[in-house]
């Protein structure tokens, strides 16, 4: 018989601190799901809205976000191979509607990709096995030679080959990084990976990755002036990208008034103006394989 | 063949506001992660923690936790059928580690229950369809009698006959209340359902459901005195629960702290001390049936 297994998606809401009348500012210690990371406080993001009785006036609501040159979770080396040459040690962030991108241009955040992966976890390969990272990547460690101390890694995407690389770690850790022409930017970096060992288990030859980074590099989004999100409209886009409401906005009673796609603000069923700003996210959801009719 | 598949089920965190040294509190509008009510701009949770370098002394850190009394999201009617009479328009709810649970006794919060659901969607019932509420409770409308008026309702969980109770719609909407002995309390009530309508659809006869509110009332959380969460005890149980840190706590440096199931501090991997709440919550999450062997 087929077989056709849906496992509904979660969806889940973060809010921010609650707000009346008056202009209510929030940044990322009003707001837990704007983008935040603790390791470096750091933050993009900023909300204003001024509401007069239950009227937020065309133009006078802003949203804000700016670049943020944060660090890699990974201890990657710069171009040279080392940290000594200070390159590549940052790269340039920014949340936008709660979520995180990764800006084309250091100083114009007029081309974004997501980010998929940051993380400095361990993980050991063995030949031949793959690491599935996120998006579809998946890593390989075709071959591992102990005493040469090199590794041979591809990265591939839903099982199509893009690179190859033999890394050498004979001087300890080394950092493969893979650029390509991204939108209007020359070789862009779009993945790195850390390897920090290579050695012989009892059976398997091993690679140890101590870091990885990755962009969603094949969908831009690109933001420019008069573009629309829903109720927000871009004002400019410099290292900043700055928004306002394009029409007047009414805080009804008991609503959900969508902002942008994920972004909204939830009112009060209540005389007294109440509201505050929240997001929406999904985790989870898969369709399980058909079964074919025996 | 045996085909078992697990679907990983979501985690996500909500954070509150940032802190450092010092004492901070946060309530509802600090952690979005608390318990919150906008309509009723309710909360019931506190957490108050005084840092000394990275220390928090022995017994300085409180939580507490206060019984509120909330209105139904449904318009359930009195004992009596009406709500002139003022009873039961409230119910005493109380956020746990941030988490919904109503106690069983309005001035003691000694014994609670989870909520599993408080709702005024509404819903229309066919004769003889069994309505999922949660917790594998479910509601089923027996018959449908639209000349007379009454609708025959069923509570059963897992499949198991609770209770049944014949309403009468003549006079509008009307409530059926179950009440049960709970731990030390008599005649609780744990299920609330509205029945606003029957009418005659073109095949079937119908009924219209538009409140419903049920308790987990099979597991009771008792709560006393010394009891332990994780790193927190309990100080006192009257309509308020209150916890302190029963031994010192550290706060280093890029880790994750666990005060009670669920509910944790993480600190910066940064020489200056900073540090944040977050719960932790799981969404979805399935086993899919086994398929025996053709």
């Known amino acids: 018989a087929l077989v056709k297994e849906y496992t509904d998606a979660g969806t889940y809401e973060v809010r921010g601190s609650i707000a009346g009348t008056g202009t209510t500012t929030w940044t990322t210690n009003e707001f837990a799901g704007f983008w935040y990371d603790l390791d470096d406080n750091e933050g993009s993001e900023e909300l204003a809205i001024p509401v007069s009785g239950t009227t937020v006036a065309e133009e006078t609501m802003f949203y804000n976000t700016t670049i943020v040159q944060t660090s890699y979770e990974g201890d990657f080396g710069g171009e040279a191979g080392t940290n000594a040459d200070g390159d590549n040690i940052t790269f340039p962030i920014i949340g936008l509607f709660a979520e995180e991108y990764v800006s084309l241009d250091d100083e114009d955040a007029g081309e974004l990709v997501k980010l998929l992966l940051d993380t400095d976890d361990k993980y050991t390969l063995r030949t031949g096995s793959a690491l599935e990272l996120a998006g579809g990547y998946e890593l390989t460690a075709k071959q591992i030679d102990v005493e040469g ?28 990084d893979y650029d390509v022409d991204v939108g209007d930017q020359s070789d862009v970096i779009v993945f790195r990976c850390l390897i920090t060992d290579v050695f012989q288990g009892q059976v398997d030859s091993l690679a140890v990755v101590e870091g990885l980074w990755l962009l969603d590099y094949e969908d831009i989004m690109e933001i420019e002036s008069s573009d629309e999100f829903g109720e927000l409209e871009v004002d400019s886009v410099t290292d900043t990208i700055s928004m306002f409401n394009s029409g007047t906005i009414t805080l009804s009673r008991d609503k959900e008034i969508t902002l942008a796609e994920g972004f909204m603000l939830k009112t009060a069923d209540d005389s007294t103006l109440r509201y505050y700003p929240f997001v929406e996210r999904t985790i989870g959801g898969t369709v399980a394989e058909e079964e074919e009719e025996e």
């Open 149 to 176: 101390d090199k590794v041979w890694m591809e990265l591939s995407k839903d099982g199509e080959f893009i690179e190859d690389e033999v890394i050498d770690v004979t001087d300890g850790e080394a950092t493969w």
